[in-house]
């Protein structure tokens, strides 16, 4: 079947750094998404890795490893605006996107 | 209108009434996608349209249907509808030619509760 798996919740610091990890397991690999959810709002966009490696964004930094199924997400120089939900999805094959259930990370002042 | 608009932004709802859930987008996105999302699980996907004239079936179909008259509007319809249906309803849109512009843009949400 397919599935990912990415934890629940996770609780960092104003100012500092956090990795949230996602491993996946789909029929096909047609690249790996990274979505935010604040409470109460509609996902946004936050990255796409489809190639292994590290893709920087400003503060976000998003990494790639194809042979295991792994990815994860980087936030650095934490904010408060930045408690919210991080969503990842692998798109599958057939071009579906595989949802996990998203790590509330929760940034303490 | 810019981006996807949803409505009713909530609704509160009779077991057994029909409700249609509305969603326009003006980006010209090939494909448009229905998704519930419950506490402690992920986006689901209930139906999908890959262009105006065609649908699908997500993973969780049953007790909805929608249609895809044009490229815009992507309406979604509850025929009777149960309290197991009580979720938040978002509307997505992407450009669906393969691997990056497959970038899903989401809708504002739409609060349905089923009494």
């Known amino acids: 079947g397919q599935n990912i798996d990415q934890p629940t919740e996770m609780t960092a610091t104003e100012g500092a750094i956090v990795q949230i990890n996602c491993t996946y397991q789909?029929?096909?690999?047609?690249?790996l998404f990274w979505y935010q959810q604040h409470a109460g709002e509609a996902p946004t966009f936050l990255s796409y890795?489809?190639l292994d490696g590290l893709e920087e964004k400003g503060r976000f930094s998003s990494f790639l490893s194809r042979s295991k199924g792994y990815s994860y997400l980087l936030l650095k120089e934490l904010q408060m605006k930045d408690s919210a939900s991080y969503l990842c999805?692998?798109?599958?094959?057939?071009?579906?996107?595989?949802w996990g259930a998203g790590t509330k990370l929760i940034i303490k002042p | 209108i810019a981006g996807i608009t949803q409505a009713p932004t909530s609704q509160i709802l009779a077991a057994g009434r029909r409700m249609t859930l509305r969603c326009t987008q003006d980006?010209?996105?090939?494909?448009m996608y229905w998704y519930r999302q419950d506490l402690g699980l992920g986006l689901r996907l209930i139906h999908y349209?890959?262009?105006?004239?065609?649908?699908g079936k997500g993973e969780v179909p049953d007790g909805y249907s929608v249609s895809r008259a044009n490229t815009d509007d992507f309406p979604l319809t509850l025929a009777s509808a149960v309290p197991s249906q009580t979720s938040v309803y978002f509307c997505?849109?992407?450009?669906?030619?393969?691997?990056?512009?497959?970038?899903?843009?989401f809708g504002p949400g739409t609060r349905l509760t089923v009494l």
């Open positions: 349209s890959n262009t105006a004239g065609t649908t």
């Open positions: 890795n489809v």
């Open positions: 789909t029929s096909g690999f047609n690249g």
């Open positions: 997505a849109s992407s450009l669906r030619a393969g691997g990056s512009t497959d970038t899903q843009y």
């Open positions: 999805a692998a798109l599958d094959s057939n071009y579906q996107l595989i």
């Open positions: 980006m010209r996105h090939n494909a």
